[in-house]
Nanobody
């Protein structure tokens, strides 16, 4: 399984970005796809996730501003980020995890920088 994230960039506070992640390879359909972020010196943290059945989970800082969605037919997951804040600056990573067995795959991150 390979994952490729895209859509990061430099924006000003209050603006929006939409991240996309494409999964390819031999993918078992029962899975959860998610977005994590990491800043230097800190652990990678969950932002949001969505199962193949559309069940979503958001961490507190993402609720009300970020929306995760997926297209199962295309093996894509998206993260719509609105009202971005400078503290959202991080490298964002896409993850695919099988719900049976728990094996997880990561893609290379995409940088999101929010200027004040």
């Amino acid at each position: 399984v390979q994952l490729q994230a895209s859509g990061g960039g430099l924006v000003q506070a209050g603006e929006s970005l939409r991240l996309s992640c494409a999964a390819s390879g031999s993918i078992f359909s029962i899975n959860r796809m998610g977005w994590y972020r990491q800043v230097p010196g800190k652990q990678r943290q969950l932002v949001a996730s969505i199962t193949n059945e559309g069940v979503t989970n958001y961490v507190d800082f993402a609720k009300g501003r970020f929306t995760i969605s997926r297209d199962n037919a295309k093996n894509m997951v998206y993260l719509q980020m609105n009202s971005l804040k400078p503290e959202d600056t991080a490298v964002y990573y896409c993850q695919l995890q099988y719900l049976i067995g728990g094996k997880a795959y990561w893609g290379p991150g995409t940088q999101v920088t929010v200027s004040s």
